[in-house]
C-alpha cells in the first residue's frame, strides 16, 4: 500500500506541476502579445539582397515591385553585366536602393586565384559603380559565398573598406534547379524561419523571371508579419 501510495503521490505532484506550468504559460501569453508594441528600433528586420545583376528584364521587375510596395532592397551586381545597362544600375540607385559589389567577372577561377586577384576583382567592379551612379559602393558579398579562406580574405576587404555581407535565407532560386515561383516563395518562408534579422539571397540575373514572380508574395508574407524592410 505504502509502495504504491508513493508513485500516485508523485503523479499527483507531476500532472499538478503540469498544469500550474500550463496555466503560467497561459497566463504568460498577454504578456508575450506585447512584443507587437515594440519600439521600431526592436522590430524584426529583414534585408531583401539581389546577387548576379543587373539584368535589363529581371532587374527591372524586382524594381517595378519593389518600388510598388515601398520597399528598398540591396543589389551585389556583376560589374560586367552593367555593361550596357548603366540606366537599369542607375535606376536601382536613383530609387533609394543600395548598390554593392559582388565581382567584375563572377568567375570564380580568377577571383580566387591569389588576394591580389580577389581585390582587383573588387574594385573593378566598385569603379564601374562609381562611375556610373556616382556613388561609392560599402558592402561587398563574396562570389558563391566565398572559400574556406574567407576570414583572412575579408580581413583584405574590409581594409579597402568594405562591409562582407554573407545571408541566413534562399528562395532556392540557384539551389532549386528550374524551381517556379511558389517553390520560391516557401523555400523564403521555410529557410527565414525564426531568423531576426533575415538576410535573404535572391538572384536578378537573365533566367531569374521565377525571382521576380515570387517577390510581390514574399514581400507580402514578411510585411504581414511585421517584419521591416531594410538595405545596408
Ligand atoms: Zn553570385
Known sequence: MQKRFIPLAVL????????????????????????????????RRIYLTFDDGPSTAVTNRVLDTLRREGVHATFFIVSDRAHGREETLRRIVREGHTVGVHSATHRYDEIYASDRALVRDAETCAALIRRVTGVQPQVYRFPGGGTADNGRRAALLTKLGFRIVSWNAVCG????????????????????????????????????????????????HFRARGYVFCAY
Open 12 to 43: 499527483i505532484a507531476a500532472v499538478l506541476a503540469l498544469l500550474l506550468h500550463l496555466g503560467m504559460h497561459a497566463a504568460a501569453t498577454p504578456v508575450f502579445s506585447y512584443a507587437k508594441e515594440r519600439p521600431a528600433t526592436e522590430e
Open 173 to 220: 532560386d540557384e539551389e532549386i534547379a528550374r524551381a517556379d515561383a511558389d517553390t520560391l516563395y516557401k523555400t523564403a518562408v521555410s529557410t527565414a524561419a525564426g531568423k531576426d534579422p533575415v538576410v535573404l539571397l535572391m538572384h536578378d540575373s537573365a533566367g531569374h523571371a521565377a525571382t521576380a514572380e515570387a517577390l510581390p508574395r514574399i514581400i507580402a
